[in-house]
């Protein structure tokens, strides 16, 4: 007995032994609930993904950033993606400061092995402190990665930690494949996340996915993007089988980083005003999907499935976010939280053990993307929201857009803002006190407009005069 505890100790040196559940994190790009059969969409393939739903602990209110790399940076940072410097999808401000401890450093320090395989969109180079932005100098031993989109989607240009490499099959196929390679070969605790780029555009899928989808009402770009989701589905079903015949238990993760999108809201079927037009994608009855200010936009799949460990069920209420997966995969890990991280630990939903989310949570999303660092004051209140655990406050084009019961009233269409006039300053001065905390933090926004680097890009819904930002403003709610 003494000896096989001196040779765990051992084994130990130099690292914690790693306490909690390896971790599979899967996150798809630009893929909404509707994208799921078993949420009520008769269309779309998703066998598998229908399987694991009722296997799963699925949280209904779980919410990321309107856009792609912000929900990346809540993810890694357990933070508002404006508090560590992500404020767009490119133009430097995608950038996630540097001196922030990410979610793999703080699970290799607990003794796991940490891997990433897909779409980072987190920078390149080095940060605003000097250290690497690159994967596998953030947290991960393996990296295999592209900053934005695999390209092409048919054998892809990847970086294996820095170092560039030619890759061969379908990008969603190349990244689970490599993922479960290399979950394969290890021995301890490891967390691996794979983030597919799918289904984002540009669209293309095996032919043989594409082909379900014909003689089906769709457009020709709406088969090819649910092919792209039957091509994560078909993976996600060997990623599952694989858990199941292991005998020691892992921990998944299914989630999206935003809402559905075909090169955005309107290419999914939604209007500026966030309704679904007459051929528009199913999804499923919420209002709004990419860079809008509904939660169609923000509220996403959350799946937890841990085989004998985790109850499966939906929570439908608790106000739960992309920032509360660091803290928790870290609290099951046995580490500590440094200071500054906003999430909050799940694991009361996971295991029983810890607190539920407090009834008085308050969130806060933001599409960000101001054409210039020079011009963020202006866009204060420009598709953005404030909600707690039953209201939420929204902003559209520089106009007010209404206050909603959104959980029962997911198509957001009763305005309650005429009857709700102190619910509405209420929760207008919350919005109005965090954007001054959040401004604060915007480092790549405050570095371009020191430096005078400026770096524009004119956004096609912000493409508004001056003269029209006055018109708009006017009147505009507390």
């Given amino acids: 007995m003494r000896l096989a505890i001196v ?30 059969g078993v949420n009520g969409n008769g269309v779309i393939e998703t066998p598998h993904l229908d399987a694991l739903a009722g296997r799963s602990l699925r949280f209904g209110n779980f919410h990321v950033a309107p856009t792609c790399a912000p929900s990346r940076a809540q993810l890694m940072s357990g933070r508002h993606e404006f508090f560590v410097g992500v404020t767009h999808t490119t133009v430097g401000r995608n950038k996630l400061r540097d001196d922030v401890k990410l979610l793999p450093e703080y699970l290799r320090e607990a003794g796991y092995a940490t891997g990433m395989f897909g779409k980072w969109h987190l920078g ?120 199941d015949a292991r005998e020691e238990g892992v921990l998944v993760i299914f989630m999206s980083d935003n809402g559905h999108a075909i090169s955005g809201a309107r290419g999914a079927g939604h209007g500026l005003d966030g309704k679904v037009l007459d051929g528009g994608l199913y999804n499923a009855g ?60 799940l694991g009361y939903y996971l295991t029983g053990e810890g607190k ?31 909600f707690d655990g039953e209201y939420r406050l929204a902003w559209n084009l520089g106009q007010y857009a209404g206050l909603y019961r959104y959980l029962e009233d997911r198509g957001e269409g009763d305005d309650l803002s005429g009857s709700e006039a102190e619910r509405v300053a209420r929760m207008g001065a919350l919005h109005a006190a965090w954007w001054r905390e959040a401004c604060e933090q915007m480092v790549n926004d405050q570095e371009q407009v020191r430096s005078g680097k400026l770096q524009r890009r004119e956004g096609a819904l912000f493409k508004v005069r001056p003269e029209e930002w006055r018109e708009r403003l006017k009147g505009e709610a507390p």
Avoid at 310 to 329: C, F, H, I, N, Y
Avoid at 357 to 386: I, K, M, N, P, Q
């Fill in 7 to 36: 040779l765990v100790m051992i084994g130990c040196l130099g690292k914690l032994c790693a306490g909690g559940p390896s971790v599979v994190m899967v996150l798809v790009d630009d893929m909404g609930k509707g994208e799921i």
């Fill in 124 to 243: 390149e180079g080095k940060g605003l402190s000097g250290r690497s932005l690159d994967p596998h100098e953030r947290g991960f031993g393996v990296a295999y990665y592209t900053q934005n989109q695999l390209l092409p989607r048919f054998g892809p240009q990847m970086m294996r930690n820095g170092v560039r490499e030619q890759a061969e099959g379908y990008c969603v196929d190349v990244v689970f494949r490599e993922a479960m390679d290399w979950m394969e070969r290890q021995e301890g605790k490891f967390f691996a996340y794979i983030a597919t780029s799918a289904p984002h555009t540009p669209l293309a899928a095996p032919k043989e996915l594409v082909e379900i989808y014909e003689g089906k009402g769709l457009s020709r770009s709406q088969m090819t993007y649910y092919a792209m989701v039957s091509s994560i589905d078909r993976q996600m079903g060997k990623l599952i089988e694989w858990v």
């Fill in 286 to 345: 919420m209002r709004g999907a990419k860079g809008q200010t509904w939660q169609g936009a923000t509220c996403v799949p959350a799946w937890w499935y841990w085989p004998g460990k985790v109850k499966p069920r939906v929570e439908g209420e608790a106000l739960v976010s992309g920032m509360d997966v660091l803290p928790t995969l870290v609290s099951l890990a046995g580490g500590e939280l440094e200071e500054g991280v906003q999430g909050v630990d």
């Fill in 356 to 386: 539920e989310v407090s009834g008085e949570r308050v969130l806060f999303a933001h599409l960000g993307r101001w054409a210039s660092s020079d011009e963020l004051a202006r866009y204060e209140r420009v598709y953005t929201s404030v």
